[in-house]
């Protein structure tokens, strides 16, 4: 047995035998881990209450050597974000990367996907009410790129040529990206992405500034060209039951906004 000592984010709780819990982490180094608290449901046990869903600080986890369950010696919580369970619109937005997280988060960056998970949930939980939608996209989108599959939106993602910035383009799932004028001809099945949501797209590629003023309709049409890009790169066939969720909250949301 190993013993390691990481940054942990706490994406998932579900109680185990009598007393137990096992926990799912995403951490910086180790990408994603499952790890069993031991008498964690007792009223007094060593976690304390920091064990809580989205919760961030250091975690000692025993590693066992065989198998992919191993043992939580103790978690020191440096943020609780309990307040993301105030508001149903952060809640199922956080669980939305959560999910992306422990579905593709185990690659070879673990410290990178850990910084823009956390990055992305504090974002979400700072966001103003109006601001929640388009700090979740530009925290899932991070998340992408984090993860190394970034669209290509400045150059053609099929013969690498330029294209015009201020440009409307062909955006083309299978291809990976934006698609030139003659490139875009060639390929059925692009859709049209707009120069203004290029931009946004490209803003939150770069970094996790969330572009203020999106509206609820924009919004839902970045979710749907998100989940559509997910199921092409990183999907594995199965639903993702969390996002659907998140994009199911925006399209209330959107009718909500209309009949006011
Ligand atoms: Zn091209």
């Given at each position: 047995?190993?013993?390691?000592?990481?940054?942990?984010?706490?994406?998932?709780?579900?109680?185990?035998?009598?007393?137990?819990?096992?926990?799912?982490?995403?951490?910086?180094?180790?990408?994603?881990?499952?790890?069993?608290?031991?008498?964690?449901?007792?009223?007094?046990?060593?976690?304390?209450?920091?064990?809580?869903?989205?919760?961030?600080?250091?975690?000692?986890?025993?590693?066992?050597?065989?198998?992919?369950?191993?043992?939580?010696?103790?978690?020191?919580?440096?943020?609780?974000?309990?307040?993301?369970?105030?508001?149903?619109?952060?809640?199922?937005?956080?669980?939305?990367?959560?999910?992306?997280?422990?579905?593709?988060?185990?690659?070879?960056?673990?410290?990178?996907?850990?910084?823009?998970?956390?990055?992305?949930?504090?974002?979400?939980?700072?966001?103003?009410?109006?601001?929640?939608?388009?700090?979740?996209?530009?925290?899932?989108?991070?998340?992408?790129?984090?993860?190394g599959f970034a669209p290509s939106?400045?150059?053609?993602?099929?013969?690498?040529?330029?294209?015009?910035?201020?440009?409307?383009?062909?955006?083309?799932?299978?291809?990976?990206?934006?698609?030139?004028?003659?490139?875009?001809?060639?390929?059925?099945?692009?859709?049209?992405?707009?120069?203004?949501?290029?931009?946004?797209?490209?803003?939150?590629?770069?970094?996790?500034?969330?572009?203020?003023?999106?509206?609820?309709?924009?919004?839902?049409?970045?979710?749907?060209?998100?989940?559509?890009?997910?199921?092409?790169?990183?999907?594995?066939?199965?639903?993702?039951?969390?996002?659907?969720?998140?994009?199911?909250?925006?399209?209330?949301?959107?009718?909500?906004?209309?009949?006011?």
């Amino acid at each position: 047995m190993a013993a390691l000592d990481t940054e942990a984010l706490v994406l998932h709780l579900f109680d185990y035998r009598e007393t137990s819990r096992i926990v799912r982490f995403v951490t910086r180094d180790a990408g994603v881990v499952s790890v069993v608290a031991r008498g964690a449901r007792r009223p007094r046990n060593r976690y304390g209450a920091a064990l809580d869903l989205f919760a961030s600080g250091t975690a000692q986890v025993m590693m066992h050597e065989s198998g992919d369950l191993h043992a939580l010696h103790a978690f020191e919580a440096a943020r609780s974000r309990r307040e993301l369970a105030l508001s149903l619109d952060r809640f199922v937005a956080a669980a939305m990367i959560g999910e992306m997280c422990l579905r593709f988060g185990s690659g070879d960056e673990p410290a990178r996907v850990f910084d823009a998970a956390v990055g992305a949930l504090d974002a979400i939980t700072a966001a103003p009410e109006d601001g929640v939608s388009a700090a979740s996209l530009a925290g899932a989108w991070r998340l992408v790129s984090e993860l190394g599959f970034a669209p290509s939106l400045d150059r053609c993602a099929s013969c690498h040529g330029e294209i015009e910035a201020g440009a409307d383009v062909a955006f083309h799932n299978r291809a990976g990206g934006a698609l030139c004028r003659g490139c875009a001809s060639n390929a059925p099945g692009g859709r049209r992405l707009p120069a203004s949501a290029r931009a946004t797209l490209r803003a939150w590629l770069a970094a996790s500034g969330a572009a203020p003023g999106l509206q609820q309709a924009e919004a839902r049409a970045h979710a749907r060209m998100l989940r559509r890009f997910l199921d092409e790169h990183v999907g594995d066939g199965r639903p993702l039951r969390a996002f659907v969720a998140w994009e199911d909250r925006l399209a209330i949301g959107g009718r909500a906004g209309t009949s006011a």
